[in-house]
């Protein structure tokens, strides 16, 4: 029996011009989707259980079965240098990365104005929300870069994570939020301590004050 040819699993997988420092480097931005999505969200899941993050997990995973989708059906190729990366026969547009730290960056703007607390307050929320976009915009110059993708292709992903994510974000907070208590109160949601914290307006001062005055109760109760 002839041996079938080998396919390599492409999750972490990018290459660039060996020698070539912004190369390397750009290569480690292009993997920021994947250590948001195992790093970020994952990590959320564990040890956070807000509906509002869930959610937002929920729409990264709508966006890029989206993204899927429409390549399937446009079938675009990539540019010339897909043969040197071994990347042709995967399609080219819209460009996933591109789709994926757009709707990241989007919907992180739009949830920090709603809960602006839950990044550490007013003062400073303006700081991640210009990470987010630097990173978005850094990411879909590495895929050009790199030779993955033409600039029409990371601009149709912009595009359409931008709008995807406005979408996203309308349908979850106009929408499912009604559903929230009914989702906290279930036995699923008892059971793995899921909450919503869309109410609170500063969650990272809830919690600080509330660990103290536990803390305190504590203590006068074994003094």
Same mark, same amino acid.
């Given at each position: 029996?002839?041996?079938?040819? !080998?396919? *390599? ?7 660039? @011009? ?8 750009? *290569?480690? $931005?292009? !993997?920021?989707?994947?250590? $948001? ?5 994952? =990590? ?5 259980? %807000? ?8 729409? !990264?995973? /709508?966006?890029?079965? $989206?993204? %899927?989708? $429409?390549? +399937? ?5 990539? @540019?010339?240098?897909? =043969?040197?990366? %071994?990347?042709?026969? +995967?399609?080219?547009? @819209? +460009? ?5 730290? #757009?709707? #990241?960056?989007?919907y992180f703007t739009l949830l920090s104005y709603r809960k602006a607390g839950f990044f550490g307050?007013? &003062?400073?929320?303006?700081?991640? &929300?210009? /990470? ?18 033409? /600039? *029409?292709?990371?601009? =149709?992903?912009?595009?359409?994570g931008t709008v995807l994510a406005w979408s996203w974000y309308w349908v979850v907070n106009n929408?499912? !939020? ?5 989702? &906290?109160? +279930?036995?699923?949601g008892t059971t793995f301590y899921i909450k919503d914290t869309s109410h609170i307006c500063n ?7 509330? *660990? ?12």
């Amino acid at each position: 029996m002839s041996a079938s040819p !080998l396919k *390599a699993v492409t999750l972490t997988h990018v290459r660039y @011009p060996r020698g070539d420092k912004i190369g390397h480097f750009l *290569a480690w $931005i292009s !993997l920021v989707p994947v250590f $948001i999505s195992l790093g970020g969200f994952v =990590a959320h899941f564990f040890f956070r259980r %807000e509906l509002q993050g869930m959610c937002f997990a929920v729409g !990264l995973i /709508i966006s890029q079965f $989206i993204s %899927e989708s $429409i390549k +399937s059906c446009v079938q675009q190729s990539r @540019p010339e240098t897909c =043969a040197l990366l %071994e990347v042709c026969e +995967s399609h080219g547009w @819209p +460009s996933s990365h591109s789709q994926y730290m #757009f709707f #990241f960056a989007t919907y992180f703007t739009l949830l920090s104005y709603r809960k602006a607390g839950f990044f550490g307050g007013n &003062e400073n929320k303006w700081i991640v &929300e210009v /990470i987010a976009w630097f990173m978005a915009v850094l990411t879909m110059f590495s895929r050009v870069y790199l030779g993955y993708h033409t /600039i *029409a292709q990371v601009s =149709a992903g912009a595009i359409l994570g931008t709008v995807l994510a406005w979408s996203w974000y309308w349908v979850v907070n106009n929408v499912l !939020l009604h559903y929230f208590p009914l989702i &906290e109160e +279930s036995y699923i949601g008892t059971t793995f301590y899921i909450k919503d914290t869309s109410h609170i307006c500063n969650v990272l001062k809830f919690e600080y004050d509330n *660990a103290r005055a536990a803390r305190k109760n504590m203590t006068d109760k074994s003094s």
